[in-house]
């Protein structure tokens, strides 16, 4: 069973900051997921990572699969990145499709 | 651009009463997913569907639970008998296939399931 970890739980931090969180999980994976959550409930695929590094606008994501370390980095920071992110992780067993594990979240919030 | 929908957005039940949570997968898509999440916790993996077989299902997925697609559009989550625990947002994803499985799950908005 894999477990997924976050950190910070919460962050709170002000507009045009260089924001970064992290995940962690216990056991090698398939891939790597970054969610975004916002206040009414809606989850949105932002990356997926099996190695290396993704970047979409200000969003980049990194995954180091011997440390089974990701991270999260938002450049320039807005309120409207104020949600929760979310890790998950995928354990592909062969079995065709591919449950993922989800850690608890990351509120962040972003001040003008 | 294509996205998952579920329906209703908010269901409010009995406990002990039947419910059908309704999911239409993108269309080209064929790994089908259910999640939920009792507020203020974590999103936990429920069930997987695959070829019109459940492909994979965690411990929550006990018999009250079953997950049908019943015609080629519909992916459909019934829960037997309600119970106050079952209370949650139900999330429906879908997958499409590709090289090695490593696929991008879509999320539909979520069922916000109420049992009183």
């Known amino acids: 069973k894999n477990e997924v970890e976050q950190s910070p739980q919460n962050l709170t931090a002000q507009e045009g900051e260089f924001i970064t969180i992290n995940c962690s999980y216990s056991v090698g994976i398939s891939a790597l997921h970054w969610l975004q959550q916002h206040p009414g409930g809606g989850i949105v695929s932002l990356f997926m990572?099996?190695?290396g590094k993704k970047k979409h606008g200000r969003l980049i994501a990194t995954i180091n699969i011997q440390e089974k370390h990701s991270s999260l980095h938002i450049t320039a920071s807005h309120p409207r990145d104020s949600a929760v992110y979310i890790c998950a992780v995928g354990l592909y067993s062969g079995g065709g499709a591919d449950g993922l594990t989800f850690g608890k979240g990351t509120h962040l919030i972003i001040q003008p | 651009e294509p996205e998952v929908t579920q329906t209703p957005s908010h269901q409010v039940t009995q406990m002990g009463q039947e419910v059908i949570l309704r999911c239409v997968p993108i269309s080209n898509h064929l790994y089908f997913y259910w999640y939920r999440q009792i507020l203020g916790q974590k999103v936990e993996f429920l069930v997987s569907f695959y070829n019109n077989e459940i492909s994979e299902k965690s411990e929550i997925f006990d018999d009250q639970f079953s997950v049908e697609r019943p015609d080629g559009s519909n992916f459909t989550l019934k829960i037997r008998s309600t119970k106050l625990e079952d209370s949650a947002m139900y999330f429906c994803a879908s997958s499409e296939i590709a090289s090695g499985r490593r696929n991008i799950q879509y999320f539909g908005a979520g069922t916000r399931l109420s049992v009183l």
């Open positions: 990572l099996s190695s």
